[in-house]
């Protein structure tokens, strides 16, 4: 079998007494379109946090493609080919939709290459380059027709949009999607939706955090569900769809809605 992009192996995260993630052990499958679910507080964001170095974990460790990462920064992992979304969108209000996507590479290139040489004719010749490369990525995500429109004036569907546009400046390899159709329209979901499966079917792995259940049953595959920061179940929708735990603790209660 493949290496996995990613494993985890005992990761665990206390907050004061209470353990919000409980000795998480998952391999994510290079290639798929991995979904992750659980009830309100089981603690899916808070694995993403730990996995992207965002927050430390408090044990275990995590891999990406093979090699250690655990307490690795975000901006480090950005570099390595992992890029994750955010529950809820915080763009540079009022900065222009393109610039907040040219800013997600300028803020790893910028940073080497500042000091004496800003303003310099390679600076300014990246600068051109990262342009042309956030225009093409707002092509795919539909939005270029918005690039010079401040991010405040767009709905919280294109603000997703725009956060993948972000993530996909870095040419991931792996993308971690936190609730990516919560307070998105259809119409826009289906965009989405599209987006995902086009770059999946171009080898792009994604790990997906979701609560609305035909958008996982549909496009995810495995589901990995979470309860109160442990894994209680991994398998295809079809297995989750007859688990269950799954049906009374979760699954049924999203019919009852
Ligand atoms: N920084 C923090 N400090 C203290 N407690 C936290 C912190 N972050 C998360 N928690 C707690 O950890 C638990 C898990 O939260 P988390 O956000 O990971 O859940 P989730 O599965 O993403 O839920 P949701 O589906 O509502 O987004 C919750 O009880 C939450 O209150
Ligand atoms: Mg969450």
Known sequence: MAEPILSLRGVARDFDAFRAVDNV???????????????????????????????????GQVALNGADVTRVAPDKLFALGMGRTFQ??????????????????????????????????????????IRERA??????????????????????????????????MGDPDLI???????????????????????????GKTFLIIEHDMDFVMQHCDPIIAMAEGRVVFEGTAQEAQNNPIL???????????
Do not use: C, W
């Not at 991995?34 to 899916?44: E, M, R, S, V």
């Not at 971690?176 to 171009?202: C, F, H, M, Q, W």
């Open 135 to 168: 225009l093409g990525v707002l092509d795919f995500v539909t939005l270029a027709g918005l690039a010079d429109q401040a991010a405040a004036q767009l709905s919280g569907g294109q603000k997703k949009l725009l956060e993948l546009a972000r993530v996909l």
């Open 25 to 59: 052990s998952l391999d994510i499958k290079t290639g798929s379109i991995t979904g992750l679910i659980g009830p309100n507080g089981a603690g899916k964001t808070t694995l993403f946090n730990l996995l992207t170095g965002m927050l430390p974990p408090d044990a």
């Open 176 to 202: 971690l999607l936190d609730e990516p159709a919560a307070g998105v329209n259809p119409s826009l979901t289906k965009v989405l939706i599209e987006k995902i499966e086009a770059l999946n079917a171009r």
């Open 88 to 129: 809820i969108p915080r763009p540079f209000a009022r900065m222009s939709v393109l610039e907040n996507v040219m800013l997600a590479p300028m803020a790893q290139i910028g940073e080497h290459l500042l000091g004496p040489f800003f303003r310099s004719a390679p600076m300014r010749a990246q600068e051109t380059a």
């Open 247 to 257: 049906l009374d603790a979760y699954l049924g209660a999203q019919t009852d809605v």
